[in-house]
Protein backbone atom coordinates (compact mmCIF):
# COMPACT_ATOMS: atom_id res chain seq x y z
CA UNK A 1 0.00 0.00 0.00
CA UNK A 2 1.58 3.55 -0.72
CA UNK A 3 2.09 5.68 1.88
CA UNK A 4 0.34 8.80 1.72
CA UNK A 5 1.55 12.55 2.27
CA UNK A 6 0.79 14.55 5.42
CA UNK A 7 -1.72 17.56 4.88
CA UNK A 8 1.49 19.71 6.59
CA UNK A 9 3.96 18.40 4.90
CA UNK A 10 2.04 19.06 1.40
CA UNK A 11 0.78 22.89 2.73
CA UNK A 12 4.23 23.55 3.82
CA UNK A 13 6.05 22.84 0.65
CA UNK A 14 3.21 24.15 -1.56
CA UNK A 15 3.11 27.34 0.32
CA UNK A 16 7.40 27.84 0.53
CA UNK A 17 7.36 26.97 -2.80
CA UNK A 18 5.04 29.38 -4.24
CA UNK A 19 6.67 32.17 -2.01
CA UNK A 20 10.11 30.81 -3.76
CA UNK A 21 8.61 31.42 -7.30
CA UNK A 22 7.17 34.59 -6.12
CA UNK A 23 10.29 35.80 -4.77
CA UNK A 24 11.91 34.97 -7.29
CA UNK A 25 9.72 36.50 -10.01
CA UNK A 26 9.33 39.91 -8.35
CA UNK A 27 13.33 39.43 -8.20
CA UNK A 28 13.71 39.09 -12.16
CA UNK A 29 11.19 41.81 -12.40
CA UNK A 30 12.90 44.03 -10.22
CA UNK A 31 16.52 43.16 -11.74
CA UNK A 32 15.11 44.24 -15.14
CA UNK A 33 13.77 47.34 -14.27
CA UNK A 34 17.19 47.97 -12.25
CA UNK A 35 18.64 47.25 -15.22
CA UNK A 36 17.49 49.84 -17.52
CA UNK A 37 18.36 52.25 -14.71
CA UNK A 38 22.11 51.40 -14.59
CA UNK A 39 21.67 51.88 -18.38
CA UNK A 40 20.43 55.27 -18.09
CA UNK A 41 22.55 56.23 -15.29
CA UNK A 42 25.86 55.18 -17.45
CA UNK A 43 24.20 56.75 -20.51
CA UNK A 44 23.98 59.85 -18.82
CA UNK A 45 27.04 59.53 -16.95
CA UNK A 46 29.30 58.89 -20.67
CA UNK A 47 26.71 62.09 -22.08
CA UNK A 48 27.75 64.60 -19.24
CA UNK A 49 31.45 63.25 -19.23
CA UNK A 50 31.59 64.41 -22.62
CA UNK A 51 29.88 67.71 -22.85
CA UNK A 52 32.19 68.47 -19.45
CA UNK A 53 35.42 67.56 -21.27
CA UNK A 54 34.96 69.18 -24.49
CA UNK A 55 34.72 72.51 -23.70
CA UNK A 56 38.29 72.54 -21.16
CA UNK A 57 40.03 70.63 -24.14
CA UNK A 58 39.13 73.39 -26.65
CA UNK A 59 40.07 75.75 -24.29
CA UNK A 60 43.98 73.89 -23.26
CA UNK A 61 43.90 72.86 -27.09
CA UNK A 62 43.39 76.18 -28.49
CA UNK A 63 43.87 76.39 -32.29
CA UNK A 64 47.19 74.10 -32.37
CA UNK A 65 47.57 70.76 -32.70
CA UNK A 66 49.07 68.93 -29.57
CA UNK A 67 50.68 65.40 -30.64
CA UNK A 68 49.95 63.47 -27.48
CA UNK A 69 52.39 60.57 -26.39
CA UNK A 70 51.33 57.21 -27.00
CA UNK A 71 49.24 54.87 -24.06
CA UNK A 72 51.89 54.65 -21.16
CA UNK A 73 52.55 50.74 -20.27
CA UNK A 74 50.46 49.25 -17.54
CA UNK A 75 51.75 49.26 -14.20
CA UNK A 76 50.82 48.75 -10.61
CA UNK A 77 50.96 52.86 -10.56
CA UNK A 78 48.31 52.91 -13.47
CA UNK A 79 45.04 53.37 -12.54
CA UNK A 80 42.49 51.81 -14.59
CA UNK A 81 39.06 54.08 -15.52
CA UNK A 82 35.55 53.13 -16.00
CA UNK A 83 35.52 55.72 -19.06
CA UNK A 84 37.73 56.79 -21.74
CA UNK A 85 37.57 59.37 -24.18
CA UNK A 86 39.15 60.98 -27.21
CA UNK A 87 39.27 64.31 -28.28
CA UNK A 88 39.74 65.37 -32.15
CA UNK A 89 40.02 68.90 -34.25
CA UNK A 90 38.21 69.24 -37.29
CA UNK A 91 41.55 67.27 -39.30
CA UNK A 92 40.85 64.09 -37.27
CA UNK A 93 44.14 64.79 -35.07
CA UNK A 94 43.84 63.57 -31.34
CA UNK A 95 44.81 66.67 -29.06
CA UNK A 96 43.39 65.01 -26.03
CA UNK A 97 42.93 61.28 -24.76
CA UNK A 98 42.47 59.66 -21.05
CA UNK A 99 45.48 57.61 -20.15
CA UNK A 100 43.69 54.23 -20.84
CA UNK A 101 42.16 55.10 -23.61
CA UNK A 102 42.90 52.27 -26.46
CA UNK A 103 42.06 54.03 -30.20
CA UNK A 104 41.37 50.83 -31.18
CA UNK A 105 38.56 51.08 -29.31
CA UNK A 106 37.02 54.47 -31.03
CA UNK A 107 36.00 55.43 -33.88
CA UNK A 108 37.93 56.68 -36.62
CA UNK A 109 34.77 58.79 -37.87
CA UNK A 110 33.00 59.25 -35.00
CA UNK A 111 29.01 59.75 -35.06
CA UNK A 112 27.10 62.24 -32.60
CA UNK A 113 25.32 60.37 -30.09
CA UNK A 114 25.40 57.06 -28.42
CA UNK A 115 26.77 53.76 -30.67
CA UNK A 116 27.43 50.27 -29.45
CA UNK A 117 30.24 47.85 -30.48
CA UNK A 118 30.93 44.06 -29.29
CA UNK A 119 32.64 45.73 -25.94
CA UNK A 120 31.43 49.05 -25.52
CA UNK A 121 29.17 51.86 -25.48
CA UNK A 122 30.45 54.65 -27.08
CA UNK A 123 29.21 58.37 -26.58
CA UNK A 124 30.05 61.16 -29.45
CA UNK A 125 29.45 65.18 -29.17
CA UNK A 126 30.41 67.72 -31.72
CA UNK A 127 31.62 71.41 -30.58
CA UNK A 128 28.83 74.21 -32.45
CA UNK A 129 31.75 75.60 -34.71
CA UNK A 130 33.17 72.06 -35.39
CA UNK A 131 36.14 72.16 -34.36
CA UNK A 132 36.39 69.90 -31.54
CA UNK A 133 35.07 66.08 -31.23
CA UNK A 134 35.18 64.37 -28.13
CA UNK A 135 34.00 60.59 -28.19
CA UNK A 136 33.67 58.74 -24.52
CA UNK A 137 33.84 54.59 -24.32
CA UNK A 138 32.79 52.48 -21.39
CA UNK A 139 33.10 48.94 -21.21
CA UNK A 140 30.06 47.11 -21.14
CA UNK A 141 31.63 44.81 -18.86
CA UNK A 142 31.60 46.94 -16.52
CA UNK A 143 27.72 47.67 -16.70
CA UNK A 144 27.29 43.29 -16.61
CA UNK A 145 29.04 43.35 -13.34
CA UNK A 146 27.17 46.18 -12.38
CA UNK A 147 24.09 44.28 -13.12
CA UNK A 148 25.30 40.79 -11.62
CA UNK A 149 26.27 42.51 -8.33
CA UNK A 150 22.17 44.35 -7.95
CA UNK A 151 20.87 40.59 -9.48
CA UNK A 152 23.47 38.86 -6.53
CA UNK A 153 21.90 41.46 -3.75
CA UNK A 154 18.16 40.56 -4.77
CA UNK A 155 18.82 36.99 -4.59
CA UNK A 156 21.16 36.15 -1.21
CA UNK A 157 18.01 37.00 0.97
CA UNK A 158 16.44 34.14 -1.04
CA UNK A 159 18.59 31.75 0.62
CA UNK A 160 17.45 33.11 4.05
CA UNK A 161 14.16 33.44 3.11
CA UNK A 162 13.49 29.96 2.21
CA UNK A 163 13.79 28.02 5.17
CA UNK A 164 12.25 30.74 7.02
CA UNK A 165 9.45 30.36 5.13
CA UNK A 166 9.40 26.53 5.54
CA UNK A 167 9.32 27.15 8.99
CA UNK A 168 6.82 29.56 9.82
CA UNK A 169 4.52 27.59 7.33
CA UNK A 170 5.53 24.62 9.03
CA UNK A 171 4.51 26.06 12.39
CA UNK A 172 1.44 28.00 10.72
CA UNK A 173 0.26 25.12 9.36
CA UNK A 174 0.41 22.95 12.60
CA UNK A 175 -0.90 24.98 15.14
CA UNK A 176 -4.21 25.31 12.37
CA UNK A 177 -4.47 22.02 12.22
CA UNK A 178 -3.82 21.35 15.83
CA UNK A 179 -7.58 20.34 16.13
CA UNK A 180 -7.54 18.00 13.37
CA UNK A 181 -4.37 16.09 14.97
CA UNK A 182 -6.21 15.95 18.00
CA UNK A 183 -9.74 14.34 16.62
CA UNK A 184 -7.37 11.66 14.78
CA UNK A 185 -5.65 10.58 18.08
CA UNK A 186 -8.89 10.37 19.51
CA UNK A 187 -10.16 8.55 16.62
CA UNK A 188 -6.81 6.42 16.89
CA UNK A 189 -6.97 5.63 20.20
CA UNK A 190 -10.78 3.66 20.43
CA UNK A 191 -10.70 0.15 20.64
CA UNK A 192 -12.52 -2.07 18.77
CA UNK A 193 -15.89 -1.95 20.54
CA UNK A 194 -16.21 2.01 21.21
CA UNK A 195 -18.64 3.42 18.73
CA UNK A 196 -19.35 6.33 20.42
CA UNK A 197 -19.43 9.80 18.79
CA UNK A 198 -16.24 11.18 18.62
CA UNK A 199 -15.32 14.72 19.83
CA UNK A 200 -14.57 17.19 17.40
CA UNK A 201 -13.58 20.41 18.82
CA UNK A 202 -12.92 23.81 17.24
CA UNK A 203 -12.32 21.92 14.07
CA UNK A 204 -11.91 23.71 10.51
CA UNK A 205 -15.07 24.36 8.90
CA UNK A 206 -13.39 22.06 5.59
CA UNK A 207 -13.50 19.13 8.43
CA UNK A 208 -16.90 19.59 9.63
CA UNK A 209 -18.77 17.44 7.45
CA UNK A 210 -16.53 14.95 7.53
CA UNK A 211 -16.56 14.40 11.39
CA UNK A 212 -20.49 14.74 11.59
CA UNK A 213 -20.34 12.02 8.86
CA UNK A 214 -18.08 9.78 10.79
CA UNK A 215 -20.80 10.28 13.93
CA UNK A 216 -23.36 9.11 11.59
CA UNK A 217 -21.57 6.40 10.36
CA UNK A 218 -20.38 5.42 13.51
CA UNK A 219 -24.17 5.64 15.15
CA UNK A 220 -25.59 3.24 12.38
CA UNK A 221 -22.98 0.77 13.10
CA UNK A 222 -23.66 1.21 16.72
CA UNK A 223 -27.24 0.91 16.67
CA UNK A 224 -27.21 -2.33 13.83
CA UNK A 225 -24.40 -4.12 16.33
CA UNK A 226 -26.32 -3.66 18.89
CA UNK A 227 -29.84 -5.11 17.60
CA UNK A 228 -27.47 -8.34 16.59
CA UNK A 229 -26.68 -8.46 19.49
CA UNK A 230 -29.68 -7.97 21.84
CA UNK A 231 -31.22 -10.66 19.27
CA UNK A 232 -28.34 -12.95 19.74
CA UNK A 233 -28.52 -12.83 23.54
CA UNK A 234 -32.19 -12.52 23.73
CA UNK A 235 -32.41 -15.58 21.62
CA UNK A 236 -29.87 -17.67 23.63
CA UNK A 237 -31.82 -16.45 26.67
CA UNK A 238 -34.96 -17.10 25.40
CA UNK A 239 -33.92 -20.73 24.81
CA UNK A 240 -32.23 -21.46 28.11
CA UNK A 241 -35.76 -22.16 29.84
CA UNK A 242 -37.50 -24.21 26.82
CA UNK A 243 -34.11 -25.95 26.60
CA UNK A 244 -33.91 -26.94 29.92
CA UNK A 245 -37.63 -27.89 30.53
CA UNK A 246 -37.17 -29.92 26.94
CA UNK A 247 -34.05 -31.83 28.36
CA UNK A 248 -35.84 -32.81 31.62
CA UNK A 249 -38.61 -34.48 29.91
CA UNK A 250 -36.46 -36.17 27.55
CA UNK A 251 -34.72 -37.55 30.28
CA UNK A 252 -37.56 -38.65 32.19
CA UNK A 253 -38.70 -40.21 28.57
CA UNK A 254 -35.72 -42.07 28.47
CA UNK A 255 -36.11 -43.40 31.63
CA UNK A 256 -39.98 -44.78 31.16
CA UNK A 257 -39.68 -45.73 27.50
CA UNK A 258 -38.76 -49.61 26.73
CA UNK A 259 -35.48 -50.49 25.64
CA UNK A 260 -36.20 -50.14 22.17
CA UNK A 261 -36.40 -46.39 22.24
CA UNK A 262 -33.44 -45.95 24.70
CA UNK A 263 -31.00 -45.36 21.71
CA UNK A 264 -32.85 -43.02 19.82
CA UNK A 265 -34.37 -40.79 23.15
CA UNK A 266 -30.53 -40.84 23.89
CA UNK A 267 -29.50 -39.13 20.60
CA UNK A 268 -32.38 -36.51 20.61
CA UNK A 269 -31.07 -35.99 24.65
CA UNK A 270 -27.53 -35.34 23.08
CA UNK A 271 -28.87 -32.79 20.86
CA UNK A 272 -30.61 -30.73 23.45
CA UNK A 273 -27.30 -31.07 24.99
CA UNK A 274 -25.80 -29.86 22.12
CA UNK A 275 -28.38 -26.97 21.58
CA UNK A 276 -27.85 -25.88 25.05
CA UNK A 277 -24.41 -25.37 24.98
CA UNK A 278 -24.82 -23.26 21.78
CA UNK A 279 -26.68 -21.24 23.04
CA UNK A 280 -24.49 -20.42 26.16
CA UNK A 281 -21.89 -19.97 23.30
CA UNK A 282 -24.08 -17.31 21.50
CA UNK A 283 -24.32 -15.63 25.15
CA UNK A 284 -20.73 -15.67 25.77
CA UNK A 285 -20.20 -14.49 22.23
CA UNK A 286 -23.12 -11.16 23.17
CA UNK A 287 -20.73 -10.68 26.07
CA UNK A 288 -17.47 -10.46 24.32
CA UNK A 289 -19.04 -8.34 21.48
CA UNK A 290 -20.82 -5.84 23.51
CA UNK A 291 -18.03 -4.10 25.40
CA UNK A 292 -17.77 -3.83 28.76
CA UNK A 293 -14.43 -5.97 28.50
CA UNK A 294 -12.49 -3.46 30.71
CA UNK A 295 -12.64 -2.91 34.36
CA UNK A 296 -13.05 0.23 36.46
CA UNK A 297 -10.27 -0.94 38.48
CA UNK A 298 -7.07 -3.10 37.35
CA UNK A 299 -7.70 -6.61 38.79
CA UNK A 300 -4.72 -9.30 40.29
CA UNK A 301 -4.83 -12.34 37.27
CA UNK A 302 -3.34 -14.83 39.60
CA UNK A 303 -5.55 -15.57 41.98
CA UNK A 304 -8.40 -15.26 39.00
CA UNK A 305 -6.31 -18.04 37.22
CA UNK A 306 -5.71 -20.06 40.11
CA UNK A 307 -9.67 -20.10 41.52
CA UNK A 308 -10.69 -21.02 38.02
CA UNK A 309 -8.23 -23.85 37.45
CA UNK A 310 -9.01 -25.17 41.00
CA UNK A 311 -12.43 -25.43 39.97
CA UNK A 312 -12.42 -27.10 36.52
CA UNK A 313 -9.83 -29.86 38.40
CA UNK A 314 -12.04 -30.66 41.06
CA UNK A 315 -14.89 -30.90 37.78
CA UNK A 316 -12.64 -32.96 35.32
CA UNK A 317 -10.30 -35.21 37.31
CA UNK A 318 -7.23 -33.20 37.70
CA UNK A 319 -6.43 -33.15 34.03
CA UNK A 320 -5.20 -29.51 33.97
CA UNK A 321 -1.47 -28.81 35.54
CA UNK A 322 -0.57 -24.52 36.26
CA UNK A 323 2.17 -22.76 36.07
CA UNK A 324 1.74 -19.02 37.90
CA UNK A 325 4.82 -16.30 37.59
CA UNK A 326 7.02 -15.54 40.16
CA UNK A 327 5.68 -12.24 40.69
CA UNK A 328 3.14 -12.32 43.57
CA UNK A 329 0.80 -10.08 41.85
CA UNK A 330 0.17 -9.34 37.90
CA UNK A 331 -2.62 -6.50 37.46
CA UNK A 332 -4.63 -5.91 33.98
CA UNK A 333 -7.61 -3.85 32.86
CA UNK A 334 -9.67 -6.77 31.73
CA UNK A 335 -13.22 -7.95 33.73
CA UNK A 336 -13.06 -10.83 35.64
CA UNK A 337 -15.81 -12.06 34.18
CA UNK A 338 -13.97 -11.97 31.03
CA UNK A 339 -11.34 -12.90 31.67
CA UNK A 340 -13.23 -16.43 33.06
CA UNK A 341 -14.76 -16.29 29.49
CA UNK A 342 -11.88 -16.34 28.00
CA UNK A 343 -10.05 -18.78 29.93
CA UNK A 344 -12.84 -20.83 29.89
CA UNK A 345 -13.16 -21.63 26.21
CA UNK A 346 -9.34 -22.00 26.00
CA UNK A 347 -9.46 -25.01 28.45
CA UNK A 348 -12.50 -25.98 27.08
CA UNK A 349 -10.31 -26.49 23.93
CA UNK A 350 -7.63 -27.59 25.24
CA UNK A 351 -9.48 -30.92 26.79
CA UNK A 352 -11.47 -31.20 23.97
CA UNK A 353 -9.00 -31.55 21.19
CA UNK A 354 -6.32 -32.78 22.97
CA UNK A 355 -5.03 -36.07 23.70
CA UNK A 356 -7.94 -37.62 27.02
CA UNK A 357 -4.87 -39.20 28.81
CA UNK A 358 -2.80 -36.21 28.90
CA UNK A 359 -3.14 -33.05 31.06
CA UNK A 360 -3.22 -29.88 29.35
CA UNK A 361 -0.79 -27.09 30.28
CA UNK A 362 -2.09 -23.99 31.38
CA UNK A 363 0.98 -21.06 32.57
CA UNK A 364 1.17 -17.43 32.91
CA UNK A 365 4.52 -15.69 32.96
CA UNK A 366 5.49 -12.53 34.71
CA UNK A 367 4.49 -10.53 30.90
CA UNK A 368 1.17 -11.24 31.60
CA UNK A 369 1.27 -14.15 28.64
CA UNK A 370 -1.11 -16.74 29.01
CA UNK A 371 -0.52 -20.16 27.45
CA UNK A 372 -2.70 -23.45 27.61
CA UNK A 373 -1.37 -26.04 25.52
CA UNK A 374 -2.88 -29.48 24.92
CA UNK A 375 -0.86 -32.75 22.98
CA UNK A 376 -2.71 -34.47 20.07
CA UNK A 377 -2.68 -34.12 16.43
CA UNK A 378 -1.02 -31.31 14.80
CA UNK A 379 -3.37 -28.82 13.15
CA UNK A 380 -2.47 -28.07 9.54
CA UNK A 381 -1.49 -24.21 8.78
CA UNK A 382 -4.22 -23.83 6.58
CA UNK A 383 -7.06 -24.71 9.18
CA UNK A 384 -5.05 -23.05 11.96
CA UNK A 385 -5.50 -19.65 9.68
CA UNK A 386 -9.18 -19.80 10.16
CA UNK A 387 -9.88 -21.06 13.74
CA UNK A 388 -10.59 -17.60 14.97
CA UNK A 389 -13.45 -17.05 12.66
CA UNK A 390 -17.12 -18.53 13.79
CA UNK A 391 -18.29 -22.19 13.57
CA UNK A 392 -14.79 -22.73 12.28
CA UNK A 393 -13.61 -26.27 13.76
CA UNK A 394 -10.59 -28.20 13.12
CA UNK A 395 -10.68 -32.18 11.03
CA UNK A 396 -11.96 -33.50 14.08
CA UNK A 397 -14.97 -35.81 14.84
CA UNK A 398 -15.34 -34.38 18.51
CA UNK A 399 -18.27 -32.38 19.14
CA UNK A 400 -18.77 -28.69 19.23
CA UNK A 401 -19.75 -25.30 18.10
CA UNK A 402 -16.74 -23.67 16.60
CA UNK A 403 -17.31 -20.90 18.44
CA UNK A 404 -14.66 -20.99 21.06
CA UNK A 405 -11.88 -19.37 19.80
CA UNK A 406 -13.98 -17.04 18.33
CA UNK A 407 -15.00 -16.00 21.69
CA UNK A 408 -11.36 -15.92 22.70
CA UNK A 409 -10.41 -14.08 19.82
CA UNK A 410 -13.20 -11.15 20.27
CA UNK A 411 -12.07 -10.85 23.97
CA UNK A 412 -8.63 -10.20 23.21
CA UNK A 413 -9.15 -7.52 20.85
CA UNK A 414 -11.47 -6.03 22.85
CA UNK A 415 -8.83 -5.79 25.26
CA UNK A 416 -6.40 -4.24 22.89
CA UNK A 417 -4.14 -7.80 23.42
CA UNK A 418 -2.85 -10.40 21.24
CA UNK A 419 -4.09 -14.30 20.06
CA UNK A 420 -1.56 -16.44 18.44
CA UNK A 421 -1.86 -20.27 17.99
CA UNK A 422 0.89 -22.30 17.50
CA UNK A 423 0.44 -26.09 16.49
CA UNK A 424 2.63 -27.87 17.03
CA UNK A 425 3.10 -26.76 20.32
CA UNK A 426 6.48 -25.09 21.00
CA UNK A 427 9.32 -27.40 22.26
CA UNK A 428 7.13 -30.71 20.85
CA UNK A 429 6.20 -32.56 17.73
CA UNK A 430 2.55 -32.33 18.20
CA UNK A 431 -0.02 -31.03 20.12
CA UNK A 432 -1.59 -27.25 19.75
CA UNK A 433 -0.91 -23.96 21.89
CA UNK A 434 -2.64 -21.08 22.60
CA UNK A 435 -1.06 -17.86 23.41
CA UNK A 436 -2.83 -14.46 24.46
CA UNK A 437 -0.79 -11.68 25.52
CA UNK A 438 -3.05 -9.41 27.80
CA UNK A 439 -2.13 -5.58 28.64
CA UNK A 440 -0.71 -5.27 32.00
CA UNK A 441 -1.61 -2.33 34.55
CA UNK A 442 0.98 -0.84 37.09
CA UNK A 443 -0.71 -1.20 40.33
CA UNK A 444 0.93 -1.15 43.80
CA UNK A 445 -0.45 -4.11 46.00
CA UNK A 446 -2.94 -2.89 48.91
Known sequence: MKSSTSLQKRLSLGLTLGITLLWLGATLATWWVV????????????????????PLAAQTAGHEHIDLPSLPEEGPGVRTENLAYLVRDGNGHVVMQSHDADREDFNPQPVEGFTNTTHHRRYSAVMPDGRFTIEVAQPLSHRDEAAREALLALLLPLLALVPISWLGTLLIVRVSLRSVLAYRRAIEARGAGDLSPVRAAKLPAEFDPLAEAVNHLLQRMRKALE?????????AHELRTPLAATLAQVQRLRHEAPQALQTRIGKIEGSLHDLARLSEKLMQLAKAEGGGLLSQAPKDLIPLLAHSVEEWNGSHGQRIMLTLPARHSLYSAIDPDAFGILLRNLIENGLKYGAQDQAIQVSLDDEAVLRVTNSGAVVPDVVL????????????????????????????????????????APGKVDGFEAMVRLPLVECSSP
Open 35 to 54: RHELDEVFDSALEETARRIL
Open 227 to 235: AERSFTANS
Open 385 to 424: QHLTERFVRGNTDVSGSGLGLAIVNTIVQGVKGSLMLVSP
